[in-house]
């Protein structure tokens, strides 16, 4: 008859044996972070700063994989078919994460399923940018610059899902104007057209736009935000300039592959809320980002089904609204 220390020792045996890469002592090699959008945007910047010290913190490389495309739902995809062995993560925003649901017919996954949260990690600013050749100097002449212009101003963005539409698409619908969309694969292409005037404004994260608003090749006119931003203090919000209780944002979220042990979820958690509360990791991108969340792993599941806060650019109603444009007004 067997003990009842043999018959421990072989429970705890069998349960290491089913942990998926012995989950207990991870990370033993490589981790991929998948940024679900070219390289150069706010994503790619931050994923690769928190990389950086991850491979540090834990002693094993942490790469960024860019893998843009339909709203990032071409990255969304390939970490939820990934290995759920805590080597593959997703560095996830509003639209694959939440809102593509309404936006896309088809979708190769469903983020509700095969995808699970992390840590929440920042929540980003965006700004309204304009090309120096509109005749506009703030928020409010923007206004009715487009309103006395209707479908003359184009704005880009990283297509339909990307938190850029959406705010763009909010300014659209608060203000009462008629500005038309030019879709882009990636914020550098926007970037670059907006300064050839090629396209006449953008509402993008404020961390790609911020060099070219300093040396005058944009002139920015207003912040998504509720306040101003510590980088620009004399740039008054959107709300602020003529589109009163307009704010838009966007956030940062480590997620895994459904099935991802707990530990290691928990582990990573720990080490990014670890990272971005240390002073020089936030010295480093100050301004650039709002307060880092905290957030435990499985806490927090953010659904397509699930409403924000109204007037936030990541609410799936504002997407519905894209599609069909009687939502607007109710």
């Known amino acids: 008859m067997m003990s009842i220390r043999s018959a421990v020792l072989a429970i705890v045996a069998a349960i290491a044996i089913a942990t998926p890469g012995h989950a207990a002592e991870w990370p033993t090699r490589l981790v991929r972070f998948i940024v679900p959008f070219t390289a ?19 002693n094993v490389p942490f790469i960024v994989e860019n893998r843009g495309g339909a709203g990032g739902n071409v990255g969304g995809a390939a970490v939820a078919s990934a290995p759920n062995d805590g080597y593959t993560f997703l560095m996830g925003a509003p639209g ?18 095969e995808l699970e949260p992390v840590s929440l990690f920042a929540r980003l600013p965006n700004v309204l940018v304009v090309n120096p050749d509109v005749p506009a100097r703030n928020v409010a002449e923007l206004v009715a610059y487009a309103k006395t212009n209707p479908n003359k101003l184009n704005y880009g963005a990283i297509g339909a899902g990307a938190t850029s539409f959406l705010s763009a698409e909010l300014f659209k619908s ?25 396209i006449q404004l953008v509402i993008d994260n404020l961390i790609s736009f911020l060099p070219v608003i300093r ?14 931003s510590p980088l620009l203090p ?24 459904a099935g991802t042990p707990q530990i290691v979820t928990q582990s990573l958690a720990t ?16 301004g650039s980002v709002r307060n880092p969340w905290r957030a435990r792993p499985r806490k927090q599941r953010l659904s397509s089904r699930k409403k924000p806060p109204n007037g936030s650019a990541s609410s799936p109603r504002l997407a519905c609204a894209w599609i069909d444009p009687r939502l607007r007004k109710s």
């Open 271 to 286: 080490a990014v809320r670890r990272i971005a509360d240390t002073p020089d990791f936030r010295a480093r991108i100050a």
């Open 215 to 228: 040396d005058g090749r944009v002139r920015a006119l207003g912040m998504s935000t509720a306040v101003r």
């Open 40 to 58: 150069g945007g706010a994503t790619d910047v931050l994923t690769r700063l928190l990389c950086q010290r991850l491979s540090t913190e834990l």
């Open 234 to 257: 004399e740039l008054p919000t959107i709300s602020e300039g003529g589109v009163p209780g307009y704010e838009a944002s966007s956030w940062i979220m480590v997620a895994a592959p």
């Open 96 to 113: 694959v994460l939440s809102y593509n649901k309404a936006l896309y017919r088809e979708m190769r996954f469903d983020p509700d399923r």
């Open 174 to 198: 608060m203000a009462g104007v008629d500005i038309q969309f030019v879709s882009y694969s990636a914020t550098t292409l926007s970037l670059t057209d907006l300064i050839t005037g090629r």
